[in-house]
């Protein structure tokens, strides 16, 4: 929920901001002519949707279906960003995809669009360090540093913290596969009380 009086368009302003400024959340997939995923940024800006509802039902079922929506990580931003009108109420909606986005990210993502709220609605400073690498430069460091007697002994590490540890049981409409492929899908599913 946004605050009353809350400048929509600065809002919006301020998240393109952030986003012109981490290239993570500009970033797609796409596989090049050897079928291997490319690192590719978009240039074009995060189109933020916009919507008003008369009712709570309504709404509710739209946030819904914005959430459970896909992400088409080789086409379109991995973030979403929505700014519903309800009951005369604002409320922004960010869906982020966990491949640019994690726990720590929070801290950064809200610092940073304070920031640039308050720079484009009010005219204060900007109190913010240019970037000196993205994401992805971290990625590559992290690759090409856990090589190695380095990555032996993390391998290590978590296979001997991990041995003997059986994979969760969830109830499923089929059996565990011999060999696991890693390839991720979306799975619906209500886990009962049992």
Not at 51 to 57: A, G, I, L, M
Not at 82 to 93: D, H, P, R, T
Not at 138 to 148: K, T
Request: aromatic share 10%; glycine share 6%; hydrophobic share 40%.
């Amino acid at each position: 929920e946004l605050a009353e009086g809350m400048n929509v368009d600065g809002l919006v302003e301020a998240l393109q901001a952030v986003v012109q400024r981490h290239a993570v959340l500009r970033t797609v997939f796409k596989r090049d002519e050897t079928g291997v995923d490319q690192q590719v940024v978009l240039e074009q800006p995060l189109r933020v949707h916009r919507d008003v509802f008369e009712n709570k039902e309504a709404f509710h079922n739209e946030v819904k279906a914005r959430i459970n929506q896909p992400f088409n990580l080789r086409e379109a931003h991995p973030l979403r960003a929505g700014i519903y009108v309800c009951e005369q109420v604002n409320y922004l909606l960010l869906t982020i995809h966990h491949v640019a986005f994690d726990g720590w990210s929070t801290e950064i993502l809200t610092r940073e669009l304070c920031q640039h709220y308050k720079h484009i609605v009010n005219q204060q400073p900007l109190a913010l360090p240019e970037l000196s690498i993205q994401y992805k430069d971290f990625a590559v460091w992290q690759r090409g540093y856990l090589q190695g007697e380095l990555l032996d002994g993390e391998i290590d590490y978590w296979q001997s913290k991990l041995k003997g540890v059986a994979p969760l049981a969830f109830p499923t409409d089929k059996p565990r596969p011999k060999e696991i492929d890693y390839r991720g899908k979306s799975v619906d599913f209500v886990l009962d009380e049992r």
